[in-house]
C-alpha cells in the first residue's frame, strides 16, 4: 500500500505498444513455427495476466472505474442480445430459401475480386505471400482491445477502463443491430456458393413463405411484371415437401427461422433450439456488411482515439490487410468490407458521450468541486482559511491511494479484483470462441 506523500507508481506510456507487438509477433509463429507458438503463448498470456492483478492494487483510479460499471455491464448485456439477434437473423436468411439455391445461385459480379487476381499477376510474388498470409484474424484485434483496455492501470491509456470498454460493446451491439437490418431486407449470394451445403443443416427446398412470394417468379420475366401490376402474390405454389415440425417449448416460434431437419433425414438425431442453431457456425450469405472488419475498425479506432502514435499506424495497416484478405478469400465482397470500414468510423465517433480521451480525473474532480461550492462559499463569508484549505486539499486528493485502507479503499479494491476477474474471463471466453475467425 502507497504511504502518504510517498511518489506514485511510475506509470509506463510505451508500454502498450510494446505489448501489442510482442503479442501479434508471437500469435504468428503458429503459421511458421507452432512448436515455439504452444511454448510461448501461455507464457505470454501469463505475463500479461499477471502484470494486470500485481499492478490492480496500486491503481489511483477505482473510483472512476467504480462509476462506469452499471454502464460496463449494460453495455454487456446490450451487445450479447444483439449478437443473439444477429445469429437468428443469419441462420434464417440461408435457411428460408433452402439449400439448393445457395447452390445454384452463383456470385454477384464483384470489381474488388477481379483487382485482387489483377495484381496477382502484377506484383511480385514475395508481396503475393504476404498478402495470403494469416497475419491477423478476428480474435487478435479482440484481444488487441483488451490489452488497450487494461493499459490505463500502467498510464498508457486515460482512465476508465471500463468507459472504454462499454463504449466499444455498446458500439458493437448497435452495428450488429443495423447489420441485420442490412442483410436481412434483401437476401443476397454467397461469395462461396458451397458454404451453406458445408456448414448448414436444413432442407434442400425452399421455405413456405419463399415458396409463395418469391419462387413462382424467380426467373420469369412476365410474372415478376404482372405481379408488379399486380402488387399482390398469384402464381401457384409447387409441389415442395412438408415442414418438420418439432416440439421446442416455449421456443416454439423458433421452428419457422431455423428450419430444423426431420431427425430420420440425419445421423444426429432429434436436436434442440440451440443445438440448431450453434451448428451452422456462422453465415454463408452475403452478409453487408462485414463483421470482421467492423470489430477490426471499432478496435483501430478506439486505439487511435485512446493510444495515438506508430502502434495505432500499425494496427491500421493490420486493418488493410485484413479487409483484402477478406476480399480475396471470398469471405465477403468487396462492397462489405467497404461499409463495415466506413459504419465502423462513423458509429464510434457518435458513442463519443460513453467515453473520450479527455482528462477524467479532472473532470471528477471540477464535480467534486461544484458538490461543495456551496461550502466554499460560505467559509469564505466567515473568514475560514483552514476549512477552505481542507476542503481543496480532499478535491486535489482524488484518484490518490490514501495511506490507511479505509472500507470504501477495501470496497474499491475488491470490486477492482472482481472487475479484473470477469473482464479477464469474459476475453478469454471471446478468444476461444472466436479462435477459428
Known amino acids: 500500500m502507497k504511504r502518504e506523500g510517498a511518489p506514485m507508481m511510475p506509470s509506463y506510456p510505451r508500454a502498450l505498444g510494446l505489448a501489442a507487438t510482442c503479442y501479434i509477433s508471437v500469435d504468428y509463429l503458429a503459421q511458421i513455427a507452432p512448436t515455439v507458438h504452444e511454448v510461448l503463448r501461455p507464457l505470454l498470456w501469463g505475463f500479461f495476466a499477471i502484470a494486470a492483478a500485481a499492478r490492480a492494487p496500486y491503481y489511483g483510479n477505482w473510483h472512476l472505474e467504480l462509476q462506469y460499471v452499471g454502464l460496463f455491464l449494460g453495455s454487456l448485456v446490450f451487445m450479447l442480445s444483439a449478437l443473439c439477434v444477429e445469429a437468428l437473423a443469419v441462420h434464417f436468411i440461408t435457411a428460408v430459401l433452402g439449400l439448393d439455391w445457395h447452390w445454384e445461385t452463383a456470385p454477384l459480379p464483384d470489381s474488388g475480386q477481379w483487382l485482387v487476381l489483377l495484381l496477382n499477376g502484377q506484383l511480385p510474388s514475395p508481396i503475393v505471400a504476404f498478402l495470403r498470409a494469416p497475419v491477423i484474424g478476428l480474435h487478435h484485434f479482440l484481444m488487441l482491445f483488451l490489452l488497450l483496455a487494461f ?59 419463399a415458396q409463395k ?85 471499432l478496435t483501430a479506432m478506439a486505439w487511435t482515439e485512446a493510444y495515438p502514435g506508430w502502434t495505432s499506424l500499425f494496427l491500421w495497416l493490420l486493418v488493410a490487410h485484413s479487409g483484402q484478405r477478406e476480399i ?22 457518435t458513442t463519443s458521450w460513453i467515453w473520450s480521451k479527455q482528462d477524467q480525473t479532472q473532470a471528477f474532480k471540477l464535480k467534486q468541486l461544484a458538490l461543495v461550492e456551496g ?63
Open 328 to 349: 480475396r478469400e471470398r469471405h465477403h465482397y468487396s462492397v462489405d468490407v467497404v461499409v463495415g470500414i466506413y459504419m465502423g468510423v462513423l458509429l464510434w465517433w
Open 375 to 437: 461550502d466554499i462559499q460560505k467559509a469564505a463569508k466567515e473568514g475560514d482559511l483552514d476549512k477552505i484549505r481542507s476542503m481543496l486539499n480532499k478535491i486535489s486528493k482524488v484518484g490518490k491511494i490514501q495511506n490507511t485502507p479505509t472500507m470504501s479503499n477495501i470496497t474499491s479494491y475488491v470490486s477492482g479484483g472482481i472487475i479484473i476477474l470477469i473482464t479477464l474471463s469474459l476475453g478469454l471466453l471471446l478468444l476461444s470462441w472466436t479462435a477459428n475467425g
Open 213 to 297: 412470394y418469391y419462387m413462382p417468379y424467380a426467373e420469369n420475366h412476365e410474372k415478376i411484371r404482372e405481379v408488379i401490376d399486380r402488387d399482390m402474390a398469384f402464381a401457384k405454389v409447387s409441389n415442395y415437401p412438408p415442414e418438420y415440425v418439432p416440439k421446442w417449448g416455449l421456443m416454439q416460434f423458433f421452428v419457422n427461422i431455423l428450419r430444423p431437419l426431420d431427425p430420420s433425414q440425419t445421423e444426429n438425431g432429434s436436436e434442440n433450439w440451440f443445438n440448431t442453431l450453434k451448428r451452422a457456425g456462422g453465415g454463408c450469405n452475403d452478409l453487408i456488411f462485414s463483421g470482421h472488419m467492423f470489430v477490426a475498425v
Open 151 to 209: 493499459s490505463v492501470l500502467y498510464g498508457c491509456a486515460e482512465a476508465p477502463g471500463l468507459g472504454i470498454g462499454a463504449r466499444y460493446m455498446f458500439t458493437m451491439g448497435v452495428g450488429r443491430l443495423i447489420r441485420v437490418m442490412t442483410f436481412a431486407t434483401t437476401i443476397l449470394p454467397s461469395a462461396r456458393p458451397w458454404c451453406a451445403y458445408s456448414r448448414f443443416k436444413t432442407p434442400n427446398h425452399p421455405h413456405p413463405w
